[in-house]
């Protein structure tokens, strides 16, 4: 069968692929998913993004991974799939739409920085750093005090990657942060933004 899959994949038989990534065979779905992102067919966004719903991790990863090379034509998808009732399909999502970069999503995304599954809102901030857009600053900085505490770690983290002075007075309070890896990054952070301010 992944000989048949190559051969949909040299013809440019999108259809026969969106079939297959509903086949029996874990390996079938898994290298369908691979051969739609390398065509980048917007055809397969939908079956893609619906696949998400019903596979494992690892198989998600693989349709993820399909979904960030299909790039653009994928964002607005992706931004509605951060409505769906499956945490794991928001969360995902989130994150590639970070990995696409599209400023399209930098709203939607702050948006999902108030959902309630920790899942979703760590793919939200994740996505928001990688873009890199100013207006995710001041939500970066509010992620600073999530209940979680990997949020916490990655807003100081991904804020010290952005270098906006914004941040340095929320990164000194989270020095005072009861997790010691929040603390640590606030230190990183704080000294990331200090050499792009010698910079200027």
């Known amino acids: 069968m992944a000989t048949k899959i190559q051969k949909m994949k040299d013809k440019g038989d999108v259809k026969g692929l969106i079939k297959a ?88 995304l702050i948006r999902a920085l108030n959902d309630k599954k920790q899942y979703v809102r760590w793919g939200a901030v994740v996505a928001l750093g990688g873009i890199g857009d100013g207006r995710a600053v001041e939500p970066l900085i509010r992620a600073l005090r999530d209940r979680a505490w990997e949020i916490r770690r990655e807003a100081a983290e991904l804020l010290g990657e952005v270098g906006d002075e914004r941040a340095i007075e929320p990164l000194i309070r989270a020095l005072n942060d009861k997790k ?3 603390r640590s990054w606030s230190v990183v952070a704080l000294g990331e933004i200090q050499k792009r301010l010698w910079k200027r």
């Open 21 to 108: 990534l509903r086949d029996g065979q874990m390996d079938v779905r898994r290298k369908a998913a691979q051969a739609l992102g390398e065509l980048g067919d917007d055809r397969a966004v939908g079956p893609l993004i619906e696949a998400l719903k019903g596979w494992g991790w690892y198989l998600r990863w693989e349709a993820l991974m399909a979904l960030g090379k299909i790039g653009e034509p994928a964002v607005e998808s992706l931004i509605k799939a951060l409505k769906d009732e499956n945490k794991y399909v928001r969360g995902d999502a989130a994150a590639t739409l970070g990995e696409i970069g599209d400023g399209k999503a930098v709203e939607p």
């Open 180 to 182: 010691q890896c929040v």
